[in-house]
Structure formats: C-alpha cells, structure tokens
C-alpha cells in the first residue's frame, strides 16, 4: 500500500513530530511543578536523555509515546507502508530504552515510565491520579514505575 502522501508532504509531518515539549510531557510536567517538585529537563549527561530528572528524589521520569516506543497498547499500530523500516526503527528505540534504564539503574537513578495512553485517548487516567502516583513513587523507595492507561496494568 503506497503512503496518501506525496515526499515532501510526508517528510513536512515527520520533521513537525518533537521529542520534547510533547502534550503528554507537558501534562506531567506542569502538574509536578504545581505540586511543588522541581526538576531539569533532558540532562543529555544520563543515559536516555530523560525527559524530568529530580535530583532531589534520585528519580528520573520518561515520558515515552505508545508509538514511537512500541508500548503494547491500543494506541500503537505497526504502519502498513515500509514495514521493515519501521519494525526495524521501532525495535531498536524500545532496545535502546531497555539499556538506558537499565544503565540508570545501575548507576543508582530510580526510573519511571509514564506511557502517553496514560494521558491521552479512550483509556486514559485523570491527569491529577497520574500526578498523585508519580507523587507518591517519588516519596518512595521504590526502585521502578511505569504508568499506562487503563487497559493495561500499572507496576
């Protein structure tokens, strides 16, 4: 199946998608800022690059989108067009994020994972229970979280 856009169109809305600054991003963190955490965003020092890091709480924070991380959920979809470009593509950045929380935990980082079908489409949560879980993980000692939508279970 060809793709319903012509090169330019096509290569216009993939150079518009950001890694950073996203919606879902934004949501976490907005409302950790409003509950009174301070954090830096994307310390290209760590392993990853994480989206939040709280010194602080010797906790970092991804906030990874379903399809660009190839979480099993309803939002993701395998493209129909290239579709060993994008197994390839999709399967190497879950890859390369396994290792990343796998190097920040070693190092001693607490890492959580906050999937954008937690905040966005049919399966969401509230926004402030997402907050109030991430609020509470930091309190902890708990080592790991990942937080997804309603459809799928939350560690």
Request: charged share 30%; net charge positive.
């Amino acid at each position: 199946m060809s793709d319903v856009h012509d090169r330019e169109t096509r290569s216009r809305n993939m150079a518009a998608i950001r890694s950073s600054g996203t919606r879902p991003e934004m949501m976490v963190r907005q409302g950790l800022h409003r509950a009174g955490y301070r954090f830096r965003l994307q310390d290209r020092r760590l392993p990853g690059r994480p989206d939040l890091v709280l010194r602080k709480y010797n906790a970092v924070i991804f906030v990874h989108g379903c399809f660009w991380h190839r979480h099993a959920c309803p939002m993701f979809h395998w493209p129909r067009t290239r579709q060993a470009f994008w197994q390839d593509k999709l399967t190497k950045n879950a890859e390369r994020d396994q290792k990343a929380v796998t190097r920040l935990t070693e190092a001693g980082w607490r890492c959580a994972v906050v999937w954008e079908c937690a905040l966005k489409g049919r399966n969401k949560k509230a926004p402030g229970l997402v907050i109030e879980i991430l609020s509470d993980w930091l309190t902890s000692d708990l080592p790991r979280l990942e937080i997804q939508g309603e459809s799928g279970a939350a560690d």
